[in-house]
């Protein structure tokens, strides 16, 4: 048996000077977006910003419920509700941001598998890549493309 190296692509900036003007905007507006979350439970405040293929940036926060499972992250609240309002438009890329006790997380956030599984399908409904950011204030990640994310992902539709 052989044994098979699979790469990524992350590219890592130690300060957001380092991050393109477009990128650190949609930081911003997943930062801004954290404020809005409901998570009494976690304490874990999720911001997501999408931006679509005519400039149109999209919002959403964690929403928890009393019903742990009945939860979503910010990143599906943004994107399902993307897709839902603007079915014609491409997802080009998404921030998330993560607040905790108040302060953002030092180390960027990293989509959940089931997060990262909807971007999957988003992308491939788009036709184009999506670009990831993931924001920490010591740390930014950023992914060109959701595989990337999600090597070895499931698809029901491919070859
Ligand atoms: N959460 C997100 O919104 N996005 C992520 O990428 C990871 C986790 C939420 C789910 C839950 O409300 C809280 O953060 C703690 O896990």
Avoid: W
């Avoid at 692509?9 to 911003?28: K, M, P, R, T, Y």
Wanted: a negative charge.
């Amino acid at each position: 048996m052989e044994c098979k190296k699979i790469t990524i692509n992350v590219f890592e900036a130690n300060g957001i000077e380092e991050v393109q003007q477009a990128d650190c905007a949609l930081l911003s507006r997943a930062h801004q977006a954290s404020s809005d979350a409901y998570a009494p439970f976690s304490r874990f405040n999720v911001g997501a910003a999408v931006r679509l293929s005519d400039g149109t940036v999209v919002t959403g926060s964690n929403q928890e419920n009393a019903a742990y499972p009945s939860g979503l992250c910010a990143e599906r609240t943004a994107l399902f509700y993307a897709q839902s309002q603007y079915p014609h438009l491409a997802v080009e890329a998404l921030a998330v941001v993560a607040v905790s006790e108040g302060r953002q997380t030092e180390l960027p956030a990293y989509p959940c598998g089931a997060c990262r599984q909807v971007m999957l399908e988003c992308q491939k409904r788009g036709g184009k890549p999506l670009r990831v950011i993931m924001g920490g204030s010591q740390k930014i990640q950023i992914v060109e493309n959701v595989i990337d994310l999600l090597p070895l992902a499931f698809d029901q539709f491919q070859e």
